[in-house]
Nanobody
Framework: QVQLVESGGGLAQPAGSLRLSCAATGFTFSNHVMGWFRQAPGKEREFVGSISWSGGTTYYADSVKGRFTISRENAKNMMYLQMTRLKPEDTALYYC????????????????????WGQGTQVTVSS
């Protein structure tokens, strides 16, 4: 069964940091570009960033570039989202996602390019 499970969300202060994890099972993790998305209440799901199958290349939304870092450990079927310099506007439910097709470009900003999603982990940035 293909499954993604996020963890690591919580409450952080502005300018603080959090690290999210995504555990993948049921597919060949190292074959796929993986992505992070987020959705705030009343807003559409928003692309955060994506990482190549090897982990050597990443691509970020302008809103998080320079503050967030995506990494992966293929041997452990894990992906991570290190978030620093958090802002209140980063408050959202964060999802990890698997791309529909194997390989390809790391530039995968559209939700339709992903076919499996985790249940999400809540990140709240507030003082």
């Amino acid at each position: 069964q293909v499954q993604l499970v996020e963890s690591g969300g919580g409450l952080a202060q502005p300018a603080g940091s959090l690290r999210l994890s995504c555990a993948a099972t049921g597919f060949t993790f190292s074959n796929h570009v993986m992505g992070w998305f987020r959705q705030a209440p009343g807003k559409e799901r928003e692309f955060v960033g994506s990482i190549s199958w090897s982990g050597g290349t990443t691509y970020y939304a302008d809103s998080v570039k320079g503050r967030f870092t995506i990494s992966r450990e293929n041997a452990k079927n894990m992906m991570y989202l290190q978030m620093t310099r958090l802002k209140p506007e980063d408050t959202a439910l964060y999802y990890c996602a698997k791309t529909r097709n194997r390989g390809g470009s790391v530039v995968k900003p559209f939700w339709s390019e992903y076919d499996v999603w985790g249940q999400g982990t809540q990140v709240t940035v507030s003082s």
